[in-house]
C-alpha cells in the first residue's frame, strides 16, 4: 500500500527543497502542486503563469482527488507537495487515508519573499490561516499531523528529517540532505517564477535571519498573520 504525504505549505517556506529532499528517498516519487489550477480556477487569484497553469493541469480539483492524490502508485511513498490555500471548494474527507504534514515559516521571514510574486497579498495567500484551520480540523479527526518550522529545519535538516521520517513511520535516509542542482521532470509550469533560487540549491540552505527592514506596508498583513503562525509553532518539531 501507498504511503500518501500530503504537505500543506504556505509560499516562500522551503516547500519545493523539501520535495527535492523526499525525491532524493529510494522509495519515493513527487507530485508538484496537483490543486495549484483547481485553486486558480476556484479563486479567480491572479498568479504569475496563471494561464499556463491552467492549460497545464486538471482545473477540477474533485478529479484530482479521486484520480490523482487516491490513486494507485507503483511506489512506496507517494509525496504530494501542496498550498494549504489551494484546498478550497472540496471534499476534504480524502485527509483520513493520507498522513498530513503542516509546513510553516515567519512572516516576518517569509512576507518579504512573497511580494516578488505576489505584490498585494492578503491573508488568503499566505495559507496561515488555512493551515491552522487544516491543524484542527485533523486534530479532532483523530490525526496528529506532523509540524514543520522552515526555520528548525533549516538550521538542523538532518534532525528534523529525521523526526518528521518517524512520525511517518518511515526510515531516514541520509540521500534527503542534497542534490543536485536545477530543475526537476516533476516541477510545476510555474517553476520559472518560482524556483529561482531552489534551482541553483544543492541542499538545505543555512538558516539566514533577512536584515533588510521590513515593510511597513505589510505591517498589518504581518499582525494578521502572526498568532496562525504561533499556533502552528506551538506544535513544531525540532527543537527552537
Given at each position: 500500500?501507498?504511503?500518501?504525504?500530503q504537505?500543506?505549505?504556505g509560499?516562500?517556506?522551503?516547500?519545493?527543497?523539501?520535495?527535492?529532499?523526499?525525491a532524493?528517498?529510494?522509495?519515493?516519487?513527487?507530485?508538484?502542486?496537483?490543486?495549484?489550477?483547481?485553486?486558480?480556477?476556484v479563486?479567480?487569484?491572479?498568479h504569475?503563469?496563471?494561464?499556463?497553469?491552467?492549460?497545464?493541469?486538471?482545473?477540477?480539483?474533485?478529479r484530482?482527488v479521486r484520480?490523482?492524490?487516491?490513486?494507485?502508485?507503483?511506489?512506496?511513498?507517494?509525496?504530494?507537495?501542496?498550498?494549504?490555500?489551494h484546498?478550497v471548494?472540496?471534499?476534504?474527507s480524502?485527509l483520513?487515508?493520507?498522513?498530513?504534514?503542516?509546513?510553516?515559516?515567519?512572516?516576518?521571514?517569509?512576507?518579504?519573499?512573497?511580494?516578488?510574486?505576489i505584490?498585494?497579498?492578503?491573508?488568503r495567500?499566505?495559507?496561515?490561516?488555512?493551515?491552522?484551520e487544516?491543524l484542527?480540523?485533523?486534530?479532532?479527526?483523530?490525526?496528529?499531523?506532523?509540524v514543520l518550522?522552515?526555520a528548525?529545519l533549516?538550521?538542523?535538516?538532518?534532525?528534523?528529517?529525521?523526526?518528521?521520517?518517524e512520525?511517518?513511520?518511515l526510515?531516514?535516509?541520509?540521500?534527503?540532505?542534497?542534490?543536485?542542482?536545477?530543475?526537476?521532470?516533476?516541477?510545476?509550469?510555474?517553476?520559472?517564477h518560482?524556483?529561482h533560487?531552489?534551482?541553483?540549491?544543492?541542499?538545505?540552505?543555512p538558516?539566514?535571519?533577512?536584515?533588510?527592514p521590513?515593510?511597513e506596508?505589510?505591517?498589518?498583513?504581518?499582525a494578521a498573520?502572526?498568532?496562525?503562525?504561533?499556533?502552528?509553532?506551538?506544535?513544531a518539531?525540532?527543537?527552537?
Amino acid at each position: 500500500m501507498t504511503l500518501r504525504i500530503q504537505l500543506w505549505s504556505g509560499p516562500r517556506n522551503v516547500s519545493t527543497a523539501l520535495m527535492y529532499s523526499f525525491a532524493q528517498r529510494s522509495d519515493t516519487s513527487c507530485v508538484d502542486e496537483p490543486l495549484y489550477a483547481h485553486y486558480l480556477r476556484v479563486s479567480g487569484a491572479d498568479h504569475p503563469g496563471r494561464a499556463d497553469v491552467l492549460r497545464a493541469q486538471e482545473n477540477d480539483g474533485e478529479r484530482v482527488v479521486r484520480e490523482l492524490l487516491l490513486a494507485a502508485h507503483p511506489s512506496p511513498v507517494r509525496f504530494f507537495k501542496q498550498m494549504a490555500h489551494h484546498l478550497v471548494e472540496l471534499d476534504r474527507s480524502f485527509l483520513r487515508e493520507c498522513s498530513n504534514v503542516l509546513l510553516t515559516r515567519d512572516p516576518r521571514e517569509m512576507l518579504p519573499s512573497l511580494i516578488n510574486q505576489i505584490p498585494e497579498p492578503t491573508l488568503r495567500d499566505t495559507g496561515y490561516a488555512m493551515q491552522t484551520e487544516l491543524l484542527e480540523q485533523l486534530e479532532r479527526a483523530g490525526q496528529r499531523p506532523a509540524v514543520l518550522d522552515a526555520a528548525r529545519l533549516l538550521r538542523n535538516p538532518r534532525a528534523v528529517l529525521t523526526s518528521l521520517c518517524e512520525r511517518l513511520g518511515l526510515r531516514f535516509e541520509p540521500a534527503m540532505l542534497a542534490w543536485p542542482s536545477g530543475p526537476r521532470e516533476f516541477d510545476g509550469v510555474w517553476a520559472p517564477h518560482w524556483y529561482h533560487n531552489v534551482h541553483r540549491s544543492r541542499g538545505f540552505e543555512p538558516f539566514a535571519p533577512k536584515t533588510a527592514p521590513f515593510p511597513e506596508r505589510l505591517e498589518s498583513l504581518y499582525a494578521a498573520c502572526r498568532p496562525h503562525y504561533e499556533q502552528l509553532l506551538a506544535h513544531a518539531l525540532g527543537e527552537a
